[in-house]
């Protein structure tokens, strides 16, 4: 999936630098998990991650990549055979959704230029092929999961399966602030459900990997002492909410439908608005984080046109750990951008710099 500040390649710079700190292995805490490509990452490596985030889709990639030890098995009931729950079973299960006949609902309701019953929107974010598609999988899901078929972790597989497939058939750009005016060629394509792999832990000390939603200091003050603390937050004033509503809406679910707003079709979000993206509150963010955390090592990672300025950044990180032990890594990227230099925005330039700070907890 597609995700604003997404880690995926700076992981190898990120494993780097712990190398570099003689880090290697233990309980490690990452609370801003986003996609969990960081939290996998930790966990390959042989750290038993605790990972979280505000966004129920990002719960469901934590519970699919992190938490989860092993692709489960699924009963019988759900594959529509009679037997016990078989540990290849998840392929199967995928098929039995796609095989599914379809049934518009809410997703083809609101976000297909077709509607529904004569309810019409003018939203492109889907066909209304595959608008159908995902109401009929979702609401599946929904009912397996009211009636025990499933259980928490096999229901969030489900859903971030259910998420990354919508996003490959997606209108957009990139993020969902906005839907593309004609039909993009993968647009077009039907929706196709492919597995996704949970990490399995390469050593004993990686079991025990952990999913929350959540706030930061919710799940610091659930795990108590961890050896690393991983921090990626939100470094700009985009909310997550009104980029990603329907990631957010396919992991929440419709029951009860959500009221909208606005041309894109926005759910409420008061509840997952970020402090940290906010220019005025985003130092006592951090420092709020750090008063909380019992951590033996603090990695921060931010970019360099994030709204907290470096100085800011040094002295919390001073005054929270050893002041002695403070140290800054650097590597470059190319910019992720959604769209082209237009009228209305145009880039600073396609190079930014990535910093990870460090410092060592008292």
């Not at 993968?186 to 832990?201: C, E, G, K, S």
Request: hydrophobic share 35%; charged share 25%; proline share 6%.
């Amino acid at each position: 999936m597609r995700y604003i500040g997404n880690k995926t390649k700076l992981v190898p710079f990120l494993l780097q630098t712990l190398e570099e700190l003689g880090l290697q292995g233990g309980v490690a805490c990452d609370p801003f998990a986003g996609t969990a490509s960081v939290g996998r990452a930790l966990k390959s490596a042989g750290w038993r991650v605790h990972c979280g985030d505000l966004m129920a889709a990002s719960y469901a990639y934590q519970v699919a990549r992190v938490e989860l030890d092993r692709t489960p098995g699924y009963s019988g009931t759900v594959l529509g055979s009679a037997g016990s729950r078989r540990s290849n079973s998840y392929s199967a299960v995928l098929r039995v959704l796609e095989g599914l006949p379809r049934e518009p609902g809410f997703v083809a309701e609101h976000y297909t230029p077709h509607g529904v019953d004569g309810q019409k929107h003018g939203r492109m974010y889907f066909t209304a092929e595959n608008g159908a598609a995902i109401d009929t999988v979702r609401e599946r899901i929904s009912a397996w999961s009211l009636s025990g078929a499933i259980d928490r972790r096999e229901e969030q597989l489900l859903i971030a399966t259910l998420i990354q497939a919508a996003d490959r058939v997606a209108n957009t750009t990139g993020v969902y602030a906005s839907f593309v005016k004609s039909w993009q060629p993968n647009a077009t394509r039907p929706l196709r459900l492919r597995p996704i792999r949970p990490t399995v832990p390469p050593t004993l000390s990686a079991v025990g990997s952990s999913a929350y939603r959540g706030g930061a200091e919710g799940l610091l003050r659930a795990i108590g002492t961890v050896d690393l603390l991983y921090l990626d937050p939100p470094y700009n004033e985009r909310q997550y909410p009104g980029y990603y509503h329907l990631p957010e809406l396919l992991a929440q679910g419709w029951r009860p439908p959500p009221e909208l707003r606005g041309k894109t079709g926005l759910i409420p979000d008061d509840d997952l608005r970020s402090d940290w993206c906010r220019r005025g509150r985003c130092e006592e963010a951090l420092r709020s984080v750090l008063d909380v955390a019992d951590a033996g090592h603090v990695l921060l990672s931010y970019n360099d046109e994030g709204l907290l300025p470096e100085e800011k950044i040094e002295s919390a990180l001073r005054e929270s750990g050893d002041p002695d032990s403070y140290r800054v890594f650097t590597r470059g990227y190319r910019r992720y951008r959604s769209d082209s230099d237009g009228p209305n925005r145009r880039y600073s330039g396609n190079a930014v710099r990535e910093r990870v700070y460090y410092v060592r907890g008292k």
